[in-house]
């Protein structure tokens, strides 16, 4: 559920300082120039090199340019990007954006950029699931990673380190490529994937915006997570804000049980992957395998605020939706499972 400051200025827009964009998210502190090491990343799906961002250079005038991943939630189009080019936590927040197709803009809020349909509504306000909207919380947002995160053992998640080694296993055919991490809650993986150097950018992505805000908390302590190709996204997992085709992994860490659908989150994480893209997620089972079958809940879950699903349940799902070479494995009630796009 999210993640990513040193002494050295950023050059300042004093001639084109757009007044609706802040120079900088509050409490953030300017970067270094990026490591040149970061810059040699090898590609395995994508042909494009990696780029390490340089936030002096990488500032042009606010002219209209094509925005090379980010797209509208309504209509799918590239969004038209105003503000300092350059892939990085205070460029994109001084940035706005805009849809050539259905003019909805699209402008940060505080740390993170608000790409939801709802985004810019003034008296519409919607809600989701209560297992959704719990993450939505600042106290459980603020608690994720200080007690909730470590009772996952008790399911048999073996903790974060080696779910992130596990995952990065699956994912060595995506190395170099784009990775979003979905329903990234306080960037406890995103933070992880970043700092690894192994991906081009690293998009932490969640609905809660408490999550998000407590995400940029965690990462302005870290300067390799912060001076890395990150961006904090505000969106919906069964409404994705980018082109089809655009994305080479996708990571969701214990968040399929919290989705709304999880058939329409999958099928739109399908979408977004590139041809051979690679998925990864971890979630709760509904029962271990080890479970009796006298004992084993009739129900979709025990609790009707999450939707455990089963493991075969688990793969069929992936399989319908047009994933292929499905592999899982399995300790108690936890399970990681892996598919790639066609």
Not at 48 to 53: F, G, K, M, N
Not at 108 to 127: I, P, Q, R
Not at 213 to 240: G, M
Request: net charge positive; glycine share 6%; charged share 20%.
């Amino acid at each position: 559920m999210a993640s990513a400051s040193s002494s050295s200025a950023l050059c300042p827009l004093q001639q084109h300082q757009n007044p609706l964009f802040p120079k900088y998210p509050p409490g953030f502190r300017p970067l270094h120039r990026a490591s040149s090491t970061n810059q040699k990343l090898g590609l395995s799906i994508r042909a494009s090199s990696a780029i390490a961002l340089d936030p002096v250079s990488s500032i042009t005038s606010q002219e209209d340019l094509k925005d090379d991943l980010f797209a509208c939630p309504i209509c799918y189009e590239p969004l038209i990007r105003k503000g300092p080019s350059g892939f990085n936590l205070p460029a994109i927040y001084r940035s706005g954006f805009k849809c050539s197709k259905c003019n909805k803009t699209y402008t940060s809020k505080n740390t993170y950029l608000d790409l939801t349909v709802t985004s810019g509504t003034k008296v519409y306000s919607e809600s989701k699931p209560s297992r959704t909207e719990l993450f939505r919380s600042p106290l459980v947002s603020f608690l994720y990673e200080r007690g909730w995160r470590q009772n996952f053992n008790r399911a048999g998640f073996p903790g974060p380190d080696e779910e992130f080694t596990m995952a990065q296993d699956f994912f060595k055919p995506a190395e170099g490529g784009i990775l979003v991490d979905v329903s990234c809650g306080s960037g406890l993986f995103t933070r992880k994937f970043a700092k690894s150097g192994t991906y081009s950018k690293v998009i932490a992505l969640d609905f809660s915006e408490n999550m998000l805000r407590q995400s940029y908390d965690f990462i302005k302590e870290d300067d390799t997570v912060l001076n890395s190709n990150l961006a904090l996204v505000r969106a919906d997992v069964s409404r994705l804000p980018f082109a089809s085709g655009s994305i080479d992994a996708v990571h969701a860490g214990a968040a399929l049980h919290c989705w709304p659908s999880p058939s329409n989150a999958i099928a739109e994480i399908n979408r977004i992957l590139r041809s051979g893209g690679v998925f990864v997620g971890t979630t709760f089972l509904r029962f271990s395998p080890s479970t009796p079958s006298f004992l084993r809940p009739s129900g979709r879950s025990l609790s009707q605020n999450y939707n455990n699903l089963t493991a075969e349940e688990i793969e069929d799902l992936c399989t319908s939706c047009g994933l292929i070479n499905y592999s899982c494995n399995i300790q108690q009630s936890f399970i990681i499972f892996t598919a790639q796009k066609a």
